[in-house]
């Protein structure tokens, strides 16, 4: 039908032409999301908490069974309002969940959550070759033992409860007692938690360091946000063959410290001896501390980038402004320095620009 022959058409017969036209359209028209692989909806189910993937199966027929095989699970009691929601949820799921597709990732927002839900989803999880598990709370001692060892698991992020907060501190697992069997790790993220030194360590006999790390000979990334050491260690030994990328945040307060410990026996200000002869990045943040760091010229010469944010100039005490100027020093060699505004302004204050001036000529040679 041609413009002149609709613009004859009485108005009745116009919308009747235009309910025609518009039906034509949506006919023609198809569910295109519907109409992907099951790989990439699964891709996209992926980045939905566990309640909102199988809220899809109402979409359509296509949708109906998709959630069953999705490998990545997000839980949190915030997401049902009671614990007795979620384990009515949690029940479904593991019973019409696809028992043959693994879980490739879980992450577990512990909150208020029941303990006995807690372990069921642990080790649920950790039966289905799981490689990725973040917890955002992490008490050990209601950990169960599957937990302990892996051999799939290549990523791991622990948070605890704040380190300010008065109660019971979360003790990351570095005992012969009580350690990770985790040998395909390869990333490895802890925030909130505490170290204490080996009870049987020979080479640690005066308990001088903690050393947490040395099982873990694949690990390639490590990052260690706002923890603290526990007992008479007074430096973090970080001994990782394969490690390439460091971050490193320190506790923005030092003079502040639980009120359920001593200062003695909480540091959250302390030492970095570097064992990482592959260490290639390394990125350092803090307030009003900077460590003082040990390693040797092969560990110190394989670091290529450095990253430095101070959050504050006017908290640092003279050994603190030489630790950052024998920082520069040490890593002069760099290929790429990224610093903040209150590095420079320190250094300028503290008339000693040499350092910076050092990095940047080494930095203008290098390239």
């Not at 969940?97 to 989803?121: A, F, G, P």
Request: one cysteine or more; charged letters at 15%.
């Amino acid at each position: 039908m041609n413009d002149n022959a609709i613009a004859n058409l009485s108005p009745s017969q116009t919308t009747m032409v235009e309910t025609r036209s518009q039906h034509k359209r949506r006919r023609n028209e198809q569910d295109r999301i519907s109409d992907l692989s099951d790989c990439v909806l699964l891709h996209i189910l992926s980045f939905l908490n566990a309640k909102e993937a199988v809220q899809t199966c109402i979409l359509s027929k296509r949708w109906i069974n998709l959630w069953k095989t999705l490998s990545t699970l997000t839980l949190s009691v915030d997401h049902f309002g009671t614990n007795q929601r979620l384990k009515r949820f949690l029940s479904m799921l593991l019973s019409l969940r696809d028992h043959s597709t693994d879980i490739h990732s879980l992450v577990v927002h512990e909150d208020i959550m029941d303990h006995n839900l807690y372990q069921k989803i642990i080790e649920y999880a950790f039966s289905r070759n799981i490689q990725h598990f973040q917890i955002h709370y992490t008490p050990f001692n209601l950990l169960p033992s599957c937990f302990f060892s892996s051999l799939t698991l290549t990523s791991l992020t622990l948070t605890g409860i704040n380190l300010m907060l008065p109660r019971q501190h979360q003790i990351f697992p570095c005992s012969h007692s009580q350690s990770f069997n985790f040998p395909a790790l390869t990333t490895l993220s802890l925030k909130h938690l505490c170290f204490c030194c080996n009870d049987n360590d020979n080479d640690n006999d005066n308990g001088s360091f903690v050393d947490p790390f040395s099982t873990f000979n694949m690990l390639n990334t490590l990052i260690i946000d706002h923890c603290a050491l526990r007992g008479n260690a007074q430096n973090l030994r970080i001994s990782c063959t394969k490690l390439v990328n460091l971050t490193l945040h320190m506790c923005p307060f030092s003079g502040l410290f639980p009120t359920t410990t001593t200062k003695a026996d909480f540091k959250i200000n302390f030492g970095i001896e570097l064992c990482a002869p592959t260490l290639h990045s390394f990125v350092f943040s803090g307030a009003s501390y900077i460590p003082k760091l040990f390693g040797t010229k092969t560990v110190f010469s394989s670091i290529k980038h450095l990253d430095i944010f101070l959050h504050c100039s006017m908290c640092l005490d003279k050994a603190q402004i030489f630790n950052l100027f024998k920082l520069l020093v040490e890593f002069a060699h760099i290929e790429s320095l990224t610093i903040t505004y209150f590095v420079l302004k320190v250094l300028y204050i503290c008339n000693i620009n040499a350092a910076f001036y050092i990095v940047i000529l080494n930095f203008i040679n290098c390239n």
